[in-house]
DNA sequence: TCAAATTCATTCGTATGCAAATGATATCAG
DNA sequence: CTGATATCATTTGCATACGAATGAATTTGA
């Protein structure tokens, strides 16, 4: 089988562009960052159906400061991957809700503490489990292995 | 070497543990939701690096409409994963900065046609170059065999 | 054929996400 | 000690991203 329509010189060509990987045509479904979009996308949506008052950035927020406690805003945003400004209004968001309390850092009058109040700690021990859901609905189409795999690449990639 | 200050009891627990993979405990920045955001953000930042005065959604836009020509604003929005709203936004702004241009459909008045003006046709040539530059920087984290493997199973889960 | 359902586009509201500028405070260097 | 730097937080502006509601046009199905 060869290509129709094609000279011997053609062929060499078209055997150049082969082994180039076919670079000469941009495929945008085949970039990474236009992939990594979609899953993201994807991961959101998955979210939001198991979890629908809260967001994945919210969410971070209160599983981080479970975990480690009473934090400055900025240390926060710095654990969870967030800029000063984004982390600001997601805090704001939480604080409204009475899902954290803020208050001021009595030695140093630049930082801002953030806590869980009981309320927020009771609302991220009910979650966590259904976040344990949303990971597995995340990883599904993947087998074990391939999840082991992955995770392992992105986090070397992140 | 064992487990300091523990009994003999406290290691049978230690070791359910163990065989649950730590289940007691959320990390959040084991979850793959949570590394999936950052490594979209690492690789937004990476385009803004090469490319300045265009976003990812909006070079999507343009490569995809140098792809397959002339369609309509909502296929477009399909192809490449906007909802409705958002791909509004995206055309509305490439528009303004003459790179495409809109007609409506001579049959099916609902349809709003979106195609590449000649600036903007320049534009994604001279910026698909960069754009290969930047899948590399992304990638570059990973041996070539991982990158394979990485985008196989990225794929799968988007 | 014609009412119901669907599709396309727009608008509104809310929530990230980041750059840049600003102000307050703290730290450092000479 | 003090001027230069650095850090923390806030604000503004712009750009995705999506749910929900709306209106216009088309297609479907009984």
Redesign the pocket.
């Known amino acids: 089988m060869g290509w129709p329509e094609m000279s011997g010189e053609d062929n060499l060509l078209r055997l150049v562009e082969v082994e180039d990987g076919d670079e000469n045509n941009y495929h945008l479904q085949d970039q990474v960052g236009f992939i990594l ?1 979609k899953a993201h ?1 994807r991961h ?2 998955i979210f ?1 159906s198991h979890i629908g008052d809260l ?4 969410f971070a927020a209160l599983a981080k400061l479970y975990d480690i406690g009473e934090t ?4 926060l ?1 710095t654990l969870i ?6 982390v ?4 704001d ?1 939480l604080k409204a809700r009475g899902l954290v309390e803020v208050s001021k ?1 009595e ?7 953030v806590n869980l109040t009981p309320e927020g700690r009771e609302a991220i021990e009910r979650l966590i489990p259904l976040a344990r859901a949303i990971t597995e609905e995340t990883l599904a189409p993947l087998t074990a292995k391939e999840a082991a795999t992955f995770l392992r690449l992105l986090a070397k990639l992140a």
Chains 1, 2 share one sequence.
């Open positions: 979009r996308q959101v949506s939001a967001t994945p950035p919210q400055s805003q900025n240390q945003g991957a967030m800029d000063a400004a984004t600001k209004g997601v805090i968001r850092h030695v140093d009058k630049r930082r801002l503490l």
